[in-house]
């Protein structure tokens, strides 16, 4: 499976999925106008990951803003993660947000409220 670079825009992250690294990562702010269309190649790739290999699987992310329809489909990605680790695989996110965002902090916290994965949520100080 090849790697998966999306460049971000003023409405979408950037998100760069490395195979070979068994990495995912997300950066910026994530409002697409469809983001079911927009996640659909990355849904595709974790899904191709957790199915053909059998290494570990590091998610990073560090969204500050998400709409709702962009926590549906988080949703979903945690749910293959988390489906991945009752399977017995090597999982983990570390959801990074900016010191001081309270409100990202707490989404991140809900999220993982519901995770059994190791899942680390981390203050990031610029």
């Given at each position: 499976?090849?790697?998966?670079?999306?460049?971000?825009?003023?409405?979408?992250?950037?998100?760069?999925?490395?195979?070979d690294a068994g990495r995912l990562r997300f950066e910026g702010d994530s409002y697409p106008e469809?983001?079911?269309?927009?996640?659909?190649?990355?849904?595709?790739?974790?899904?191709?990951?957790?199915?053909?290999?059998?290494?570990p699987l590091l998610m990073e992310v560090r969204l500050a803003y998400l709409n709702t329809s962009?926590?549906?489909?988080?949703?979903?990605?945690?749910?293959?993660?988390?489906?991945?680790?009752?399977?017995?695989?090597?999982?983990?996110?570390?959801?990074?947000?900016?010191?001081?965002?309270?409100?990202?902090?707490?989404?991140?916290?809900?999220?993982?409220?519901?995770?059994?994965?190791?899942?680390?949520?981390?203050?990031?100080?610029?």
């Amino acid at each position: 499976m090849n790697d998966l670079n999306i460049a971000a825009t003023s409405m979408t992250p950037a998100i760069v999925a490395t195979w070979d690294a068994g990495r995912l990562r997300f950066e910026g702010d994530s409002y697409p106008e469809n983001s079911f269309d927009f996640f659909r190649p990355v849904v595709g790739w974790l899904n191709a990951y957790l199915r053909e290999e059998t290494r570990p699987l590091l998610m990073e992310v560090r969204l500050a803003y998400l709409n709702t329809s962009s926590v549906r489909v988080m949703m979903d990605l945690l749910d293959l993660l988390e489906e991945a680790y009752g399977n017995g695989r090597g999982v983990s996110l570390t959801w990074f947000y900016e010191a001081g965002n309270e409100r990202a902090a707490e989404l991140a916290e809900e999220f993982k409220e519901d995770c059994t994965f190791p899942y680390v949520v981390t203050p990031v100080v610029n």
